[in-house]
């Protein structure tokens, strides 16, 4: 039964947190663009950002916990790094100081950028898992790049659209848990459940939607 409930829990929390996300940001001030996602959480308290954050913190547990299930090839570094990355978030959507914040948001995005960097040798060495290997490869990649672009806005760039680089690279990083999620529903659900799965992922998405419209009029405030 945990086998099954951790793929819905993974997807669905991902899912809202996304849309949240993206509805969070349709419309807001372009001031935003140049605040750190730290800074903005602590800004914005109670609000959008520090939902999405918590989210994707809590659905990246549940994420972990049903690949350990299945004895997915996460033992060491990634699981630790995966581990980092979520209590991470969970931690920037809970403190009340911005350099704080933005220090644990910085955490989150190294944690991640380095855990898909090593799973993507461990999925391509594991049947079970090799489908997930080459887009988890790209995401890598994009880490990467969006790492090095976040270091030269945050020093030489003078922090010019910081907020930008930071909300892209979150994006691609929760792009790459959501890789690993559906690849452990393909592993750990018959085709039924499946089914099952995705009709109530879309009953959530309609949900969130409808939710994340009505955050962007806090997020615009600021």
Same mark, same amino acid.
């Given at each position: 039964?945990?086998?099954?409930?951790?793929?819905?829990?993974?997807?669905?929390?991902?899912?809202?947190?996304?849309?949240?996300?993206?509805?969070?940001?349709?419309?807001?001030?372009?001031?935003?663009?140049?605040?750190?996602?730290?800074?903005?959480?602590?800004?914005?308290?109670?609000?959008?950002?520090?939902?999405?954050?918590?989210?994707?913190?809590?659905?990246?547990?549940?994420?972990?916990?049903?690949?350990?299930?299945?004895?997915? #090839?996460?033992? *060491?570094?990634?699981?630790? !790094? +995966?581990?980092?990355?979520?209590? @991470? $978030?969970? &931690? %920037? /959507? =809970?403190? #009340?100081?911005? *350099?704080?914040?933005?220090? !644990? +948001?910085?955490?989150?995005?190294? @944690? $991640?950028? &380095? %855990? /898909? =960097?090593?799973?993507?040798r461990r999925f391509g060495d594991d049947e079970r898992?090799?489908?997930?290997?080459?887009?988890?490869?790209?995401? =890598?990649?994009?880490?990467?790049?969006?790492?090095?672009?976040?270091?030269?806005?945050?020093?030489?760039?003078?922090?010019?659209?910081?907020?930008?680089?930071?909300?892209?690279?979150?994006?691609?990083?929760?792009?790459?848990?959501?890789?690993?999620?559906?690849?452990?529903m393909r592993i750990a659900l018959p085709a039924r459940?499946?089914?099952?799965?995705?009709?109530?992922?879309?009953?959530?998405?309609?949900?969130?939607?409808?939710?994340?419209?009505?955050?962007?009029?806090?997020?615009?405030?600021?």
């Open positions: 039964m945990l086998k099954r409930l951790y793929p819905l829990a993974a997807g669905v929390g991902m899912l809202v947190a996304s849309i949240t996300m993206a509805a969070g940001l349709i419309g807001t001030s372009p001031g935003i663009l140049d605040v750190t996602i730290g800074r903005y959480a602590v800004l914005d308290h109670g609000g959008a950002t520090e939902f999405v954050l918590a989210v994707l913190g809590l659905a990246s547990l549940g994420l972990l916990a049903g690949m350990r299930a299945v004895r997915a #090839p996460l033992a *060491g570094w990634p699981e630790r !790094l +995966v581990v980092a990355w979520a209590v @991470s $978030l969970m &931690g %920037a /959507a =809970a403190v #009340p100081h911005a *350099g704080l914040a933005d220090l !644990l +948001v910085a955490v989150a995005l190294i @944690s $991640l950028a &380095g %855990a /898909a =960097a090593l799973m993507v898992w090799k489908p997930a290997a080459r887009p988890m490869e790209w995401l =890598a990649l994009g880490s990467g790049g969006g790492l090095a672009v976040l270091t030269y806005v945050a020093l030489p760039g003078h922090q010019v659209m910081i907020g930008l680089v930071e909300w892209a690279l979150l994006g691609v990083e929760a792009t790459a848990l959501a890789a690993s999620a559906v690849q452990l459940a499946r089914m099952a799965t995705i009709i109530a992922m879309a009953g959530t998405m309609e949900n969130a939607t409808t939710s994340a419209r009505n955050t962007t009029p806090v997020l615009s405030r600021h």
